[in-house]
Each structure stands twice: as structure tokens, then as C-alpha cells.
């Protein structure tokens, strides 16, 4: 079994590429993170890395997306119609 800690030598370098693109688009999630720092490192003539590879670098570093539930907060349906007048 692996440490819950995992990581490779080379994480280190990745993550300072991830945290810029994260800084630029805060919406990006991780596949599109994937996609923008595989275009970056081919750039270089650096392999590319996996998706799931990024997803673990950002959720050590807590810097995932908050999770969509589809739950909007502050928007209440009680039942009731607003009308401006009665009919």
C-alpha cells in the first residue's frame, strides 16, 4: 500500500506551473488545468502528464474546485407563486 502522501520528484516543478495557470483562470478545474499545462510543457519538449497525476498534485495542495452539487444556495422554493397583483 502507498503512503497517503504520494509524490514524485518532479511535482514540485509541476505544481509552480499548475499554481500560475490556476492564478490566471480560477474556474479551471483539473482536466483543464491538464490541457494548459500539457500545452506548456510540450512548449519546453517536456512530456506530458496525466490527468490524474494533476488532480492529485492539486488536491495535496487544496487547490481544486469546490465541487458542483447543483445546489445554489439562497434560492428557496416555499411553493409560493410572487405576484405583483391578485387576480
Known amino acids: ?3 497517503s502522501n504520494y509524490s514524485k520528484t518532479e511535482d514540485v516543478e509541476l505544481l509552480s506551473f499548475i499554481r500560475k495557470i490556476v492564478s ?23 512530456p506530458k502528464v496525466n490527468h490524474k497525476r494533476v488532480y492529485r498534485i492539486m488536491r495535496q495542495n487544496g487547490i481544486l474546485l469546490v465541487r458542483y452539487t447543483g445546489n ?8 409560493k407563486v410572487c405576484t405583483e397583483t391578485s387576480r
Open 24 to 46: 490566471e483562470r480560477q474556474t479551471y478545474g483539473y482536466r483543464r488545468t491538464t490541457v494548459m499545462l500539457n500545452k506548456h510543457l510540450a512548449a519546453l519538449g517536456k
Open 1 to 3: 500500500a502507498r503512503a
Open 72 to 79: 445554489r444556495p439562497g434560492k428557496v422554493h416555499d411553493g
